[in-house]
């Protein structure tokens, strides 16, 4: 039997090791920035056109390379930093496999300028496809010039997997953020398309946070600093206050290098444990230095994944430092639980009552400690007292005011309102089993429960409605709608809002900015990323414009990674989370009952966008149940 087994030639294993390096632009720029760093450059410039596809280059003013190195760097498992196997458990530097340019060089058409310093001529050297195309002596900068071009020209099945422009560009801004981030001292640019995107000097972490993000964060950061004989920890972390939706400014680095811990990341989390909203993320970057032979950074292509000798040691030092940090800068927020915001944005004017003992109050679900306070509640001096109870008959003074409550349970319960809607044409609604009452049974069978839940009598018991999932859900198919026909209407703000986004956040609303129109947003570039917010959708037209931009984004970032839904379902499903009524706010009885016809007006009334469930029946013989002997 003949022999089967070949040794491939390198231009097919070079397109092999490809496969795993070289996954999209943003890996290009990768691992050229990298090289950058560790050639000891104090300025790196990167130009990108088309997302990365025609054109990555990326340009320093390190040490440079002679005409002999410049050619074998292309070459597999050609590197400068390591020399011996123990070497691997002493790296500093960034790369160390060479692997990169031989990757790259692959999977695309390369060119690279270099000189070193005090070198008179430069060396310019072409390859495509693995095959060296040219080679000739050139006059270039100190430094090292490397463009990309035409990346996955040789192999159309990958290239027909990248995305559209708007994410690829996102995943480089991500790159590159996370390398500026980690080298504040050195000066970077990015240029998309001739457009600048980043400018950043060389400074101090602080000043590089607030230059990748905006000038919001300089308020927010709180710095953070431990030194053990084992570990040192240094960086900012942010305020609870300031958390966000989604995880995407949280960075750890170890040793420079970034990396993706779960692990170190619910240290974090524990840290901050009863300060934040939940399922919110807060703000951090932490700098992590560690000895390197107490870590293994060869678990990954891509670097980005980490053992530690002894993890448990890591994580208490960790969570410690940010308790630390918390308790120094007074992040933690001092609650009063004797005050219950929900009320207070029903108050129209102070009320005076007499003394009396402070009631029980409830605490505060919705976490409007952490915000700062508006000037309508901090005119409400006296607010509490509408809580407190009377003195009692007894010692009530003539004429004086009797008690004002802002809820008046009688008048709703007995005041018979009706509300436009195909329901009240029918005598009983059937849905899910169970028949809703509509008419006047309706209002003495339909009541709140601690500002979460609507119970409603039905035939065969009870139904609890979860007012925010089936809010969620009368939305969603109310902006679903309107995306598919173009039928939005448009509050216009008779005081426009600026608001100033990252350049994450700008890339994802170009991405999402036709869907976003479509929803009924009037919105103008106002230069940079600023963007002018002219008006509103006309059915959130009460809502802070810029919040309710700023949510509609950070939700998209969490939906964005669904690749089952469209781009239609994704703004509509995102806009609807941000903008559903919370628990904690206080209902009328007309309320109540326009979001139980407008539910059952549904085409899937039973479960939220997200697959929760919105109400749940408890029938009369589980009721019977619970009061058998």
């Given at each position: 039997m003949a022999d089967i087994i070949r040794l491939l030639p390198d231009a097919i294993a070079n397109q092999i090791a490809a496969g795993e390096v070289v996954q999209r632009p943003a890996s290009i720029v990768k691992e050229l920035m990298e090289n950058s760093i560790d050639a000891g450059s104090s300025r790196v410039q990167v130009l990108i056109r088309e997302a990365g596809k025609v054109l990555v280059q990326v340009i320093d003013n390190g040490k440079g390379m002679s005409e002999t190195d410049a050619r074998m760097s292309f070459e597999r498992h050609a590197t400068s930093k390591i020399r011996t196997a123990d070497d691997l458990f002493a790296i500093r530097t960034m790369g160390f496999r060479g692997e990169a340019l031989a990757s790259i060089a692959a999977v695309a058409q390369v060119e690279m300028k270099t000189r070193q310093q005090g070198a008179e001529l430069g060396v310019r050297i072409c390859v495509e496809g693995s095959e060296v195309k040219e080679q000739e002596p050139v006059v270039a900068p100190e430094g090292t010039s490397i463009a990309v071009k035409n990346l996955f020209y040789n192999v159309p099945a990958r290239r027909n997997f990248l995305k559209s422009n708007p994410v690829e560009m996102r995943h480089i801004v991500e790159e590159f953020q996370r390398i500026a981030l980690a080298h504040p001292e050195v000066a970077f640019s990015l240029h998309q398309n001739d457009l600048e995107t980043y400018q950043l000097t060389a400074g101090k972490l602080s000043q590089r946070i607030v230059q990748l993000f905006t000038k919001n964060h300089q308020e927010q950061m709180a710095p953070c600093r431990e030194e053990t004989p084992h570990l040192k920890i240094w960086g900012y972390i942010g305020k609870p206050e300031f958390s966000k939706k989604t995880r995407g400014e949280q960075y750890?680095?170890?040793?420079?290098?970034?990396?993706?811990?779960?692990?170190?990341?619910?240290?974090?989390?524990?840290?901050?444990?009863?300060?934040?909203?939940?399922?919110?993320?807060?703000?951090?970057?932490?700098?992590?230095?560690?000895?390197?032979?107490?870590?293994?950074?060869?678990?990954?292509?891509?670097?980005?994944?980490?053992?530690?000798?002894?993890?448990?040691?890591?994580?208490?030092?960790?969570?410690?430092?940010?308790?630390?940090?918390?308790?120094?800068?007074?992040?933690?927020?001092?609650?009063?639980?004797?005050?219950?915001?929900n009320f207070t944005s029903r108050l129209?004017?102070?009320?005076?009552?007499?003394?009396?003992?402070?009631?029980?109050?409830?605490?505060?679900?919705?976490?409007?400690?952490?915000?700062?306070?508006?000037?309508?509640?901090?005119?409400?001096?006296?607010?509490?007292?509408?809580?407190?109870?009377?003195?009692?008959?007894?010692?009530?003074?003539?004429?004086?005011?009797?008690?004002?409550?802002?809820?008046?349970?009688?008048?709703?319960?007995?005041?018979?309102?009706?509300?436009?809607?195909?329901?009240?044409?029918?005598?009983?609604?059937?849905s899910a089993g169970g028949v809703y009452e509509t008419g006047t049974d309706l209002q003495q069978s339909v009541f709140q429960l601690h500002g979460r839940y609507i119970i409603c009598q039905v035939k065969s018991g009870m139904m609890f409605i979860d007012q925010e999932a089936a809010h969620q859900r009368i939305l969603y198919e109310k902006f679903l709608k309107q995306l598919q026909h173009g039928s939005a209407a448009s509050q216009q703000s008779l005081f426009p809002q600026q608001l100033q986004l990252s350049r994450q956040d700008m890339e994802l609303f170009q991405e999402y900015e036709e869907e976003i129109r479509s929803l009924g947003f009037e919105l103008s570039h106002f230069g940079g990323d600023s963007l002018v917010i002219q008006g509103v959708p006309a059915d959130l037209a009460g809502a802070d414009s810029q919040r309710l931009l700023e949510g509609l984004l950070e939700q998209l970032k969490h939906h964005r990674t669904d690749i089952s839904l469209g781009k239609r379902e994704q703004t509509a499903r995102a806009l609807a989370q941000r903008a559903a009524l919370r628990w904690g706010q206080r209902l009328e009885l007309t309320e109540m009952r326009s979001l139980i016809d407008q539910l059952f007006a549904c085409q899937t009334p039973a479960y939220t966008p997200d697959g929760r469930q919105t109400f749940r029946l408890l029938e009369l013989d589980k009721v019977a149940e619970l009061f058998k002997q």
């Open positions: 750890f680095f170890v040793n420079e290098r970034y990396i993706k811990s779960n692990y170190l990341h619910h240290a974090m989390m524990s840290a901050y444990e009863g300060l934040l909203q939940a399922d919110t993320y807060p703000f951090y970057v932490l700098f992590l230095e560690i000895d390197p032979r107490q870590i293994d950074i060869n678990v990954h292509p891509t670097k980005t994944e980490i053992k530690f000798a002894d993890e448990r040691t890591v994580y208490a030092i960790v969570q410690s430092a940010v308790r630390q940090a918390i308790g120094t800068h007074n992040l933690t927020p001092s609650l009063d639980f004797d005050q219950d915001v129209a004017a102070t009320v005076n009552i007499p003394d009396a003992a402070a009631s029980a109050g409830r605490p505060d679900r919705s976490w409007e400690h952490f915000r700062q306070s508006s000037p309508q509640q901090q005119n409400l001096a006296n607010w509490e007292q509408l809580f407190e109870g009377s003195k009692g008959a007894a010692g009530a003074a003539a004429g004086e005011r009797p008690p004002q409550t802002i809820i008046q349970p009688s008048r709703a319960f007995t005041q018979q309102v009706t509300v436009e809607s195909a329901a009240n044409q029918l005598k009983s609604t059937e």
